[in-house]
C-alpha cells in the first residue's frame, strides 16, 4: 500500500481513491486524516477477498459500478446509491477502528448487498 499525492486523481471535489494496492489523493487536501487511510486500506482487504491476482481488481472494480447503477433507482426514494454500495457500507462502517482489519472477517461487506442507506 503507497499513497501518492497529487493533482489530477481523482477529480476535485473527492479526497482519495484506491486502485489496486494504491491509494491516490488530491495534493490540496494535505495529508489524509488515519480514518480515510484506514476507509481505503479496507478497500484493498475487499479486493484481496477475490484472491486471483490482478482479475481481483477487475472482480471489485466491475461488481462496485454494477451495485452503485442496480442501487440508483433507489435514490428516487431518498438513499443514497454511493453509500448503499455494500463495500462502502462495510468501509463507513468501520473506519474510526484502526483496528478493524486485523480482525475483520473475508467477505465482510457481503452482508449489506441488499441494504440502502441514505
Ligand atoms: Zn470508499
Not at 47 to 71: A, H, Q, R
Request: net charge positive; hydrophobic share 40%; aromatic share 22%.
Amino acid at each position: 500500500m503507497k499513497i501518492i499525492y497529487n493533482n489530477i486523481i481523482p477529480f476535485k471535489g473527492f479526497r482519495a481513491l484506491t486502485f489496486c494496492k494504491w491509494i491516490f489523493a488530491r495534493k490540496e487536501y494535505g495529508e489524509l486524516p488515519e480514518t480515510t487511510v484506514n476507509h481505503e486500506k479496507i478497500h484493498i482487504a475487499q479486493e484481496d477477498d477475490f484472491f486471483i491476482p490482478v482479475i481481483k481488481y477487475l472482480i471489485f472494480y466491475i461488481w462496485y459500478g454494477l451495485e452503485w447503477i442496480f442501487k440508483l433507482p433507489a435514490s428516487l426514494f431518498g438513499y443514497n446509491a454511493y453509500y448503499s454500495i455494500s463495500f462502502e457500507q462495510e468501509t463507513y462502517e468501520h473506519q474510526d477502528d484502526l483496528e478493524y482489519l486485523k480482525n475483520r472477517k473475508r467477505f465482510a461487506w457481503l452482508k449489506n448487498i441488499f441494504k440502502l442507506r441514505k
